[in-house]
């Protein structure tokens, strides 16, 4: 079955990096784009980056743009998200999701508190 | 930037009856429409893709219609387990793919 384990989060000082990891199995990961979903404590939920099958082509929310990263590493099926310049709003459960439309499964989310 | 907006914000319902829940988008995404259910400390999960086709294992009593700008989400019959809170998401234009702010269905 489809599972999708995410990783990495943590407290951490605003202007500080850190870098999610998202474990996929179950299905065939090079053939799928991921994305990246957040959700602020008790918020919506706010679409983050997306990359597709073969690490190509990225789209990223403006909200992000320029600070985030997303890559993928096939050898490993690995999605990660490297976050710089982290600002307290950036603050949320971070989920990844398979892709490419609808976003058929999501792992369980990691916490990322952004706070001095 | 497609808007999706929600309504209502919260849908208090009997268990039993009847829960339907609507999803507007600000320009027309055809029928590239999903619905997602949360419950509290849990994952969204897939419900509705395609704006009215069931994801694997979700139960009839979950159906969607729509297609354009105005979509709905109805719950035959309340169950228990049901409640939690319900996003739509349009995937016609992006990025960005955006999701409504959410319909929390509670217990009445």
């Known amino acids: 079955q489809v599972q999708l384990v995410e990783s990495g989060g943590g407290v951490v000082q605003p202007g500080r990096s850190l870098r999610l990891s998202c474990a996929a199995s179950?299905?065939?990961?090079?053939?799928?784009?991921m994305h990246w979903v957040r959700q602020a404590p008790g918020k919506g939920l706010e679409w983050v980056a997306v990359?597709?099958?073969?690490?190509?082509?990225?789209y990223y929310a403006d909200s992000v743009k320029g600070r985030f990263t997303i890559s993928r590493d096939t050898s490993k099926d690995t999605l990660y998200l490297q976050m710089n310049s982290l600002r307290p709003e950036d603050t949320a459960v971070y989920y990844c999701?398979?892709?490419?439309?609808?976003?058929?499964?999501w792992g369980q989310g990691t916490l990322v508190t952004v706070s001095s | 930037e497609i808007v999706m907006t929600q309504s209502p914000a919260t849908l208090s319902v009997s268990p039993g009856e009847r829960a339907t829940l609507s999803c507007r988008a600000s320009q027309s995404v055809s029928s590239n429409l999903a619905w997602y259910q949360q419950k509290p400390g849990q994952a969204p999960r897939l419900l509705i893709y395609g704006a009215s086709t069931r994801a694997s294992t979700i139960p009839a009593r979950f159906s969607g219609s729509g297609s354009g700008t105005e979509f709905t989400l109805t719950i035959s019959s309340l169950q228990s387990e049901d409640f939690g809170v319900y996003y739509c998401?349009?995937?016609?234009?992006?990025?960005?793919?955006?999701f409504g702010q959410g319909t929390k269905v509670e217990i009445k």
């Open positions: 999701a398979k892709g490419p439309s609808p976003f058929d499964y």
């Open positions: 998401q349009q995937y016609y234009n992006w990025p960005p793919w955006t």
């Open positions: 990359i597709s099958h073969d690490g190509s082509t990225e």
């Open positions: 179950g299905f065939t990961f090079s053939s799928y784009g």
